[in-house]
């Protein structure tokens, strides 16, 4: 059984197209996360929710816009996507990390490539 | 900020132990210190995690001086298998920021 999952695996779209990336965990945790990891493996976290609640917004572009319909699903939406939003997207499940008390687990990712 | 340094590259022979440093500098008091394997086209993998002094798993251990602004990732006898890139993780309060990798290459 995967843990967390995220599709599509691979997303080869144009630029100004929109696009969503779904991720799924069935660990029963109550915090979500979407990562972004570029061609320098730089791994940057984007947004976090806990229990449905964005707890964590990093200074993302808002053509991004995370969505959770309840607490095992945090999709990712992106509008008019631009060459630079190319990279491998992780979404990661945990429980409540207080003071990173914890481990987070994370999906197999989604490769997007913006042409 | 919970910013984390760590050195871009190591290489190492089966066998050997590696250690892998990560200096956070202004990490909170209470917060934990986290580190993470990447292969190659896959998530992160959570390796270990401490607070103070030193732990240990059946994988690894992980070296915290008293000071806290430091953090060192003891693999030991590394096998070919263990080449993949290593992050560490620092936490400062509610915000979080992972180091840029260390990617350790194992030669037989």
């Known amino acids: 059984d995967t843990a967390v999952s995220q599709t599509p695996k691979y997303l080869v779209t144009q630029m100004g197209n929109d696009k969503s990336i779904k991720c799924e965990q069935n660990?029963?945790?109550?915090?979500m996360y979407w990562y972004k990891q570029d061609s320098k493996k730089f791994l940057k976290i984007m947004f976090s929710?806990?229990?449905?609640?964005?707890?964590i917004n990093e200074t993302v572009p808002n053509r991004f816009s995370p969505k959770s319909p309840d607490k095992a699903h945090l999709n990712l939406h992106i509008n008019s996507l631009e060459l630079g939003d190319s990279a491998v997207y992780f979404c990661?499940?945990?429980?409540?990390?207080?003071?990173?008390?914890?481990?987070?687990?994370f999906g197999p990712g989604t490769r997007l490539t913006v042409t | 900020l919970a910013k984390t340094t760590q050195p871009i590259s190591m290489d190492s022979y089966e066998g050997q132990e590696v250690n892998i440093t990560c200096s956070h500098n202004?990490?909170?008091?209470?917060?934990?210190i986290t580190w993470y394997q990447q292969f190659p086209s896959q998530g992160p993998r959570f390796i270990i995690q401490?607070?103070?002094t030193k732990v240990t798993n059946e994988v690894a251990s992980l070296f915290i001086p008293a000071d806290r602004k430091s953090s060192t990732l003891s693999l030991p006898r590394v096998s070919l298998s263990d080449t993949a890139v290593y992050y560490c993780l620092g936490w400062n309060f509610n915000k979080f920021y992972f180091g840029s990798g260390t990617k350790l290459n194992v030669k037989p």
């Open positions: 929710y806990n229990n449905k609640e964005l707890i």
């Open positions: 401490g607070y103070k």
């Open positions: 202004n990490i909170a008091t209470n917060d934990y």
């Open positions: 990661a499940s945990s429980h409540r990390l207080a003071g990173g008390l914890g481990e987070q687990y």
């Open positions: 660990l029963g945790h109550d915090t």
